[in-house]
C-alpha cells in the first residue's frame, strides 16, 4: 500500500472514530448513569421520540426506580453486552447483562436508534 492510500485509510478511520461515541459505548454509559444515580445523563440517552412521548418527570421517574433496584443489589458489578446487531446504520439492539454486586443477574433487550450521527436508548426492556 502506498503511503498516501495508507495516510488516507488512517485519516477515514480517525474521523470515523471521532464521528461519536459507538452505539456499545451508549448501552454501557446508560446503565453506568443509572447505578451511579446520575438520572440527568442518563436521561440524555433516551431518543429524541421518547422524549417527546413522555414528560421528563416519568422519564426521570422510571430512571430513579432503576438506580433503587441496582442499589437494592449492592450496585453494579459489571454491564456485558452481546448482539450488537446493526441495522442499516440507524438501529442496534443488545442484549444486555447487569451483574449486581450481590451476585444476581438481570437480562434485557436494549434498542438503539441513530438521530444526526449520535446514538440514543429507544428501549430497554
Same mark, same amino acid.
Given at each position: 500500500?502506498?503511503?498516501? *492510500? #495508507?495516510?488516507?485509510?488512517?485519516?477515514?478511520? $480517525?474521523?470515523? !472514530? %471521532?464521528?461519536?461515541?459507538?452505539?456499545?459505548? $451508549?448501552?454501557?454509559?446508560?446503565?453506568?448513569?443509572?447505578?451511579?444515580?446520575? @438520572?440527568?445523563? %442518563?436521561? !440524555? #440517552?433516551?431518543?429524541?421520540?421518547?422524549?417527546? *412521548?413522555?414528560?421528563?418527570? *416519568?422519564?426521570?421517574? %422510571?430512571?430513579?426506580?432503576?438506580?433503587?433496584?441496582? !442499589?437494592?443489589?449492592?450496585?453494579? /458489578?459489571?454491564?456485558? @453486552?452481546?448482539?450488537? $446487531?446493526?441495522?442499516?446504520?440507524?438501529?442496534? /439492539?443488545?442484549? $444486555?447483562?447487569? /451483574?449486581?454486586?450481590?451476585?444476581?443477574?438481570?437480562?434485557?433487550?436494549? @434498542?438503539?436508534?441513530? @438521530?444526526?450521527?449520535?446514538?440514543?436508548? !429507544?428501549?430497554?426492556?
Amino acid at each position: 500500500m502506498s503511503g498516501w *492510500k #495508507r495516510l488516507l485509510s488512517v485519516m477515514v478511520f $480517525v474521523a470515523l !472514530a %471521532a464521528c461519536g461515541r459507538s452505539s456499545n459505548d $451508549v448501552v454501557v454509559g446508560f446503565f453506568n448513569d443509572i447505578a451511579h444515580g446520575d @438520572t440527568e445523563q %442518563a436521561a !440524555a #440517552r433516551f431518543s429524541p421520540l421518547l422524549h417527546a *412521548k413522555f414528560t421528563d418527570d *416519568k422519564i426521570h421517574a %422510571a430512571i430513579d426506580d432503576w438506580s433503587r433496584e441496582i !442499589a437494592t443489589h449492592g450496585g453494579l /458489578r459489571d454491564i456485558s @453486552t452481546s448482539g450488537g $446487531v446493526i441495522l442499516y446504520n440507524e438501529l442496534a /439492539r443488545y442484549d $444486555v447483562t447487569l /451483574r449486581y454486586r450481590d451476585g444476581k443477574t438481570k437480562e434485557l433487550k436494549t @434498542t438503539l436508534v441513530q @438521530t444526526e450521527g449520535n446514538w440514543y436508548i !429507544a428501549s430497554a426492556l
